[in-house]
């Protein structure tokens, strides 16, 4: 069974920036394509970007041209740089394992979330 932790969440301003990590406890990470969702008061959990074994990458319209996601085998662990943040942002994300998809039900393992919080 993989854990994940993510780390790098907290409180910044609106055209500001944050890294999020996401560290796997086993080198099986490797063998999985990760994905980043967030979640929003009141909303669904909706995809952000997801990252290849074969470091392909695609991205949700919103995001796009301001998050990078990318992944350190080696290190066991995923990010997911954000820049130029807004207010809309503001989320619970949460990294998850899993195959090359935007849908959740792809994802076999999920960490706990780290809270994003955008002041405008």
């Known amino acids: 069974q993989v854990q994940l932790v993510e780390s790098g969440g907290g409180l910044v301003q609106a055209g500001g920036s944050l890294r999020l990590s996401c560290v796997a406890s086993?080198?099986?990470?490797?063998?999985?394509?990760m994905g980043w969702f967030r979640q929003a008061p009141g909303k669904e959990r909706e995809f952000v970007a997801v990252?290849?074994?074969?470091?392909?990458?695609t991205y949700a319209d919103s995001v796009k041209d301001r998050f990078t996601i990318s992944r350190d085998n080696d290190k066991n662990t995923g990010y997911l740089q954000m820049n130029t943040l807004k207010p809309e942002d503001t989320a619970v994300y949460y990294c998850?394992?899993?195959?090359?998809?935007?849908?959740?039900?792809?994802?076999?393992?999920w960490g706990q979330g780290t809270q994003v919080t955008v002041s405008s």
């Open positions: 086993e080198r099986t990470f490797r063998n999985y394509a």
């Open positions: 998850a394992l899993g195959n090359y998809r935007s849908t959740q039900g792809e994802y076999n393992y």
């Open positions: 990252i290849g074994r074969r470091l392909s990458t």
